[in-house]
């Protein structure tokens, strides 16, 4: 199993050497095509394997986003044809 530690270390190193822009890009995105009601409870928070990490507060918010998990990849993937998956998971949203 992987080291917390050794994860974040790699989504930083993956996002550094994409450059900053990119992952602003896709952060903008993600705040357009999520449900105005979503907001305050979700939050990208990396990119690795070209796959996006998004933590969402609770988990019927996690319920809530993986019912609707294909149609958001493929709005991203309209615009970032890159983009192979989007993975939600339970974490802090704020801070």
């Known amino acids: ?6 994860i974040v270390t790699g ?8 450059g900053p822009q990119r ?5 903008e995105f993600w705040d357009e095509i999520r449900p105005a009601k979503a907001d305050g409870h979700t939050r990208m928070v990396g990119l690795k394997d070209d ?12 319920y809530q986003m993986n019912m609707n998990k294909d149609a958001y990849l493929k709005k991203f ?8 998956g989007v993975f939600f998971k339970i974490g802090r949203v704020n801070g």
């Open 1 to 6: 199993m992987d080291n917390i530690k050794d």
């Open 11 to 18: 989504v930083i190193d993956k996002m550094s050497a994409q």
């Open 23 to 27: 992952y602003h890009r896709l952060q």
């Open 51 to 62: 796959r996006l990490l998004i933590v969402v507060d609770s988990s019927a918010w996690l």
């Open 77 to 84: 993937q309209g615009s970032f044809p890159g983009i192979k």
